[in-house]
């Protein structure tokens, strides 16, 4: 489905990542897990065409897309809910979603649109108001529906746990346990590894720019080096 | 107290094509954090291109339309040719190209066009309108009007359109907005075709008021930012009180003090809106829950 080779990036002529290769395959739930720092923010952003490739392929559905404009690449299907939640603050609730979808305008966006809200009912209740005004949980919540409202065919989540309650943390990995049913094809990027790696069938370790470890996810759970270095046991 | 009345119309009119050009300045600063200093310019090239066009024998509605398509272009290629390239730059660094390409439009405009003033006939006559002991010229109502239609036109599009939203997105988050699929570079040649066809559409609104020469635009795009800052640099409705705050202030001073003080008013108000309220009126210090 996505499969990435040798790729780099730079920041000005700093190289933030020296050739990274990862395969995800269609249907599977594959996380990056890492230290802040490590490049997993920076991968997904050359994913999403917002981040310039210097070097290396991105294929996409049999698709080299690594030089591909950004909104073309939303087309394809491969949509992004990004690190830090990057919510239209001074739009509705509503607005949000619905352009999420604005590469469409057909009846779907509707149906689309009330399967988000019976996803997150609380999103529901504010539609109406603007998603600045929403906690973090909720602006988390609506930046996967928003991302979803694409009607993404695979889907690039970026630190959804990141700052907040390990009650809303389990909400959201629920979520994304779910994406399974809905048949999307999830890459997930997280530094909460234990929480990231308990819920995908896959997962990559990466470390200042690098891919050190890969392997199933219940096998990376029980590595002593992962362990040790990201599960603090 | 006609004579209040009579200043009043007139701040009205003039202020509502400040508010036009500060319109014009909104646009352009939410879809790109950029102050467009050649705003006044396509206010120009709208009634100097409506002028020529009317000499060559076109109509006056057509001759209108092709000259605010002309200044369109000339917005469109402004942000091409300077502005794009240029990307990646500091706010301040692009805002000095668009210092040069007003002086760059004001220079062709010159040798295009020419250096003489020039109007053209008033769009219902010239017979005024007397109101309560003041008179106001049919051209004034045709202005007021325009401005009215503009500014409801756009609520229009910024509130029940998709593409108006994106707009909107695109100046909230432009990350957010790529990552939705919107194409960034579209909105922001989109934010200049319609700023300059707004501030052509002023021009050749109040042309047959104020008259037309190649270096108007200086003096309506320092006035149109007057009433940005006063109104709240980034708020369309801002730019609207904004506008007609300028324009009446304008008139007051002209009226009660002295017309020779009249174009220091707006720089007066700059100056009393940098050192009081910096956020203008309906602007505000951003303030988000994280």
């Known amino acids: 489905m996505l499969s990435i080779e040798g790729l780099r990036s730079k920041y000005g002529r700093i190289e933030v990542l020296h050739g990274i290769d990862l395969e995800v395959g269609s249907g599977e739930i594959v996380t990056v897990v890492g230290a802040n720092g490590a490049g997993k923010t920076t991968l997904l952003r050359c994913l999403s065409g917002v981040q310039p490739v210097a070097a290396g392929t ?6 080299d897309i690594s030089r591909l404009p950004a909104h073309r690449r939303v087309g394809l299907g491969l949509a992004q809910s990004p690190e830090g939640r990057q919510i239209f603050t001074n739009l509705t609730v509503e607005d949000n979603l619905r352009l999420g979808a604005y590469l469409y305008s057909d009846d779907r966006v509707d149906t689309d ?43 690039l989540l970026d630190e959804p746990s990141m700052g907040l309650a390990p009650i809303l943390v389990d909400q959201i990995l629920e979520v994304v346990k779910n994406l399974r049913s809905l048949e999307v094809t999830t890459l997930l990027v997280e ?36 362990r040790a270095a990201y599960l603090g046991i | 107290m006609s004579e209040l009345l009579q200043f009043l119309l007139s701040g009205i009119t003039v202020g509502a094509v400040y508010a036009l050009v500060a319109l014009g300045f909104t ?41 605010i398509a002309i200044a369109c272009a000339v917005g469109i290629a402004l942000n091409k040719l300077a502005i794009q390239p240029a990307r990646g730059a500091s706010v301040v660094t692009l805002i000095i190209i668009t210092i040069g390409a007003s002086i760059f439009l004001r220079g062709a405009a010159q040798i295009v066009f020419d250096k003489q003033i020039h109007r053209f006939e008033s769009f219902s006559g010239d017979e005024p309108f007397v109101i309560g002991g003041a008179t106001i010229l049919p051209q004034s109502l045709w202005v007021m009007a325009g401005a009215v239609a503009v500014f409801a036109g756009l609520y229009l599009f910024f509130t029940r359109s998709l593409l108006g939203k994106a707009v909107l997105a695109t100046a909230n988050n432009p990350l957010a907005a790529r990552l939705v699929g919107v194409n960034t570079n579209f909105v922001m040649t989109l934010s200049f075709a319609m700023s300059a066809a707004i501030g052509a559409f002023a021009g050749v609104l109040v042309t047959p008021i104020t008259l ?8 309506l795009a320092l006035k149109g930012f007057a009433a940005a800052v006063l109104g709240g640099m980034g708020n369309p409705f801002g730019a ?17 003090i002295s017309s020779a003080y009249k174009d220091a008013a707006a720089f007066i108000v700059i100056l009393a809106v940098l050192f009081v309220m910096p956020h203008g009126i309906f602007g505000r210090a951003t303030v988000e829950r994280v």
């Open chain 2, 240 to 256: 609207l009180v904004g506008g007609l705050l300028v324009g009446l202030i304008e008139a007051m001073t002209a009226g009660y």
């Open chain 1, 191 to 226: 530094q909460n590894a234990f929480a990231a790696l308990s819920i995908a069938d896959r997962g990559y370790v990466m470390e200042t720019g690098r891919i050190t470890m890969s392997g199933p996810a219940e096998e990376l759970i029980a590595d002593p080096r992962v």
């Open chain 1, 113 to 155: 649109m009330a399967d988000a809200f019976a996803m997150f009912p609380v999103l529901r209740e504010k539609r109406n108001l603007n998603a600045g005004g929403l906690s973090g949980g909720q602006q988390q919540m609506l930046a996967i529906a928003r991302a979803l409202m694409a009607r993404p065919v695979c889907l």
């Open chain 2, 212 to 219: 037309t020469s190649y270096d108007i635009g200086i003096a």
């Open chain 2, 27 to 67: 646009i352009i600063f939410n879809a790109s954090g950029v102050i467009n200093f050649a705003q006044g310019e396509f206010v120009m090239l709208g009634g100097m291109s409506t002028v020529f066009l009317l000499d060559a024998g076109v109509p006056m509605l057509p001759a209108a339309v092709a000259a």
């Open chain 1, 58 to 63: 991105i294929t996409f559905r049999g698709e």
